[in-house]
């Protein structure tokens, strides 16, 4: 609508486009990552050497965050960092011709996109629908990550998320 797809090239567009499936797959495991936390589920045992326990950085996402060791933060945020270093070593690289959104396995022939292989057996016209669902679930993710931060931050600025 406000006419932003006119403002680049081809090339442009693609880089914006696997940007928005990029965040959006991010947003949408955070969403995931924080209701599970939200609703007490955690993986059984030690997080570190020193003891400290899943199920002891408690139901808070904030907080939990917080609990961690800065060496847990930096381990998070490290592989991030190299996920996203990775992802621009893909040839041909997204503004030269590059599928947008596609990301390159690491090790080993699964996909990180369609781990399990369900894609595979599809049509272009299913594929191009279902890619369609995952640009607008990654908007709605996109919404509801900051919609979650906000009320967290800020008690009573989001309407449907009651104050925690």
């Given at each position: 609508p406000w006419g932003l797809a006119e403002l680049g090239w081809d090339e442009t567009n693609a880089w914006f486009r696997h940007a928005e499936l990029k965040h959006g797959r991010v947003a949408m495991a955070a969403?995931?990552?924080?209701?599970?936390?939200?609703l007490g589920i955690h993986f059984p045992g030690a997080i570190d050497y020193s003891g400290t326990t899943f199920e002891s950085l408690g139901t808070d996402p904030i907080a939990a965050w917080d609990a961690l060791s800065g060496a847990g933060k930096f381990q998070i945020i490290g592989l991030i960092g190299f996920l996203?270093?990775?992802s621009e070593l893909a040839k041909p690289?997204?503004?030269?011709?590059?599928?947008p959104g596609k990301?390159?396995?690491?090790?080993?022939?699964?996909?990180?996109?369609?781990?399990?292989?369900?894609?595979g057996g599809l049509s272009e016209e299913a594929k191009f629908v279902q890619r369609t669902k995952e640009i607008a679930n990654g908007r709605l993710a996109m919404i509801a990550i900051i919609s979650f931060f906000s009320a967290s931050f800020i008690p009573g600025s989001v309407p449907f998320i009651p104050n925690v």
């Amino acid at each position: 609508p406000w006419g932003l797809a006119e403002l680049g090239w081809d090339e442009t567009n693609a880089w914006f486009r696997h940007a928005e499936l990029k965040h959006g797959r991010v947003a949408m495991a955070a969403v995931t990552g924080w209701c599970v936390t939200a609703l007490g589920i955690h993986f059984p045992g030690a997080i570190d050497y020193s003891g400290t326990t899943f199920e002891s950085l408690g139901t808070d996402p904030i907080a939990a965050w917080d609990a961690l060791s800065g060496a847990g933060k930096f381990q998070i945020i490290g592989l991030i960092g190299f996920l996203e270093f990775h992802s621009e070593l893909a040839k041909p690289h997204v503004m030269r011709g590059g599928t947008p959104g596609k990301i390159t396995p690491l090790l080993g022939p699964i996909s990180l996109w369609d781990p399990i292989g369900t894609m595979g057996g599809l049509s272009e016209e299913a594929k191009f629908v279902q890619r369609t669902k995952e640009i607008a679930n990654g908007r709605l993710a996109m919404i509801a990550i900051i919609s979650f931060f906000s009320a967290s931050f800020i008690p009573g600025s989001v309407p449907f998320i009651p104050n925690v």
